[in-house]
């Protein structure tokens, strides 16, 4: 049976899409619950790249650029094919560079501060979605009329929802390193490190982040593969710690949810399949949930939250779909020795690629139809 209701909205996971729902809600008026079964800080494999998009989310969500995440910018870039240096640029738009114990302690910390109910550091012992009812593993039962579930890659709630939380003939799946000390110069971006993936080398306040990551079916031994990449670079890969984590990488979610229960962020298949870009994506999507929930309850209609929450994603799909179309173009292997070779040699396609890159330019952007009609150049073999 149906508890009653002891918030307006539950919140599952608390990571930048969950809080950016919890804030977003909580200061609309609801009374939300934000719920994670790790104790904040806690850390989640990541680059940690934080785009001008991903920036933008922030100040509209948080208030501000969220400094005490600790950020390192950086505006120098390499591309890179394996030994090849494609392209070197010292004027790129900025990346903020963090590390995510630091950037989700400091967007949970801004919810529980603003009001949200901090409900972290528990395991969810029971979880009955059709009724918005979480029981936590200290006894706890939180029930309300609409549930967002921010709960990640492996989501509970869209495995409630739909029997599985990820398709894992599509799913991505990637590798990482951390190496204290100085940081780097830039960023370093080998465009074959991985197959539809590529490999990063990032800067951080006290250190670097190395990885690789691409479509998991299409890359059976990346541990292999990165291993043979770190010792190419130096590194020993016997004497680091290689950890690993699947994500989204154009794995979009046919609908985001069901009735009263969204999916936001990972949970909904929102990361660029060119960039692996998901924190702006996490961000925006989980501020959009919570408006539609916040009108649907309104409404007295909680179950009207998907429809109002599909209304609301169109723009942030169409992004991720015309992504998808182009990463065929960048990552086939066909093609994508020519697209280097472009890239190589054309600044307008360069300039274009760290707009995207940095979250300076959308997908639907004007100017994108101009890159996408250098890539079908380099289709039918014309140079740009
Ligand atoms: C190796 C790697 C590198 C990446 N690099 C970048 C990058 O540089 N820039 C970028 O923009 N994106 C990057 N991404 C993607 C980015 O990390 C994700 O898209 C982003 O974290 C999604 O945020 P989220 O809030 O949806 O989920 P998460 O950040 O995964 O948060 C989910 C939260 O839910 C909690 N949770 C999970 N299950 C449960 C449960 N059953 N009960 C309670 N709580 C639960 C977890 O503890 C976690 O706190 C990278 C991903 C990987 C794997």
């Known amino acids: 049976m149906a508890a009653q209701p002891t918030h307006d909205l539950l919140v599952v996971g608390a990571g930048p899409a969950g809080s950016a729902a919890a804030i977003t809600a909580h200061r609309a008026g609801l009374r939300v619950a934000l719920i994670d079964r790790a104790t904040f800080p806690r850390d989640k494999l990541c680059g940690g790249g934080v785009t001008g998009r991903a920036m933008g989310h922030l100040v509209a969500i948080f208030g501000d650029r969220v400094p005490e995440a600790g950020f390192h910018q950086t505006t120098h870039i390499r591309f890179t094919a394996g030994p090849r240096v494609l392209r070197q640029i010292t004027d790129a738009p900025p990346i903020h560079m963090t590390t995510r114990v630091g950037l989700d302690a400091a967007l949970q910390a801004r919810a529980v501060a603003a009001g949200v109910e901090d409900c972290c550091g528990q395991r969810i012992a029971a979880l009955d979605v059709a009724e918005g009812q979480v029981t936590l593993a200290d006894g706890r039962v939180l029930a309300a009329p609409v549930v967002i579930g921010a709960d990640g890659i492996n989501s509970a709630v869209a495995k409630a929802l739909f029997g599985r939380a990820h398709d894992p003939a599509r799913v991505g ?7 204290p000390g100085l940081p780097g110069d830039g960023i370093d971006m080998d465009m074959t490190a991985a197959p539809w993936g590529y490999g990063w080398d990032f800067p951080k306040a006290h250190g670097r982040t190395l990885g690789i990551g691409g479509i998991a079916a299409k890359s059976p031994d990346m541990k292999g593969s990165f291993q043979d990449w770190l010792s190419a670079r130096g590194i020993d890969p016997a004497t680091v710690r290689i950890k690993g ?74 992004e991720l779909s015309r992504a998808m179309w182009l990463a065929k173009l960048v990552y086939h292997p066909w093609l994508q020795p020519r697209f280097l070779n472009l890239l190589a040699s054309s600044d307008r396609l360069q300039r274009r690629y760290l707009e995207v890159l940095s979250g300076e330019l959308d997908y639907g952007d004007v100017r994108l139809r101009r890159l996408t009609g250098l890539m079908l150049r380099v289709l039918t073999g014309r140079s740009g």
């Not at 799946?173 to 190496?179: K, N, P, T, Y």
């Not at 501020?287 to 009108?295: G, H, N, R, S, Y």
């Open 173 to 179: 799946f990637a590798l990482e390193i951390e190496v």
């Open 245 to 318: 984590h699947h994500l989204p990488f154009g794995e979009l979610r046919p609908s985001p949810g069901r009735d009263h229960v969204l999916l936001a962020g990972d949970a909904a298949g929102l990361v660029d399949p060119i960039t692996g870009e998901g924190i702006a994506w996490a961000l925006r999507s989980g501020q959009l949930a919570a408006e539609a929930a916040v009108i649907a309850l309104r409404m007295g209609a909680p179950d009207r939250a998907l429809a109002l929450y599909q209304a609301r994603m169109a723009g942030v799909r169409r």
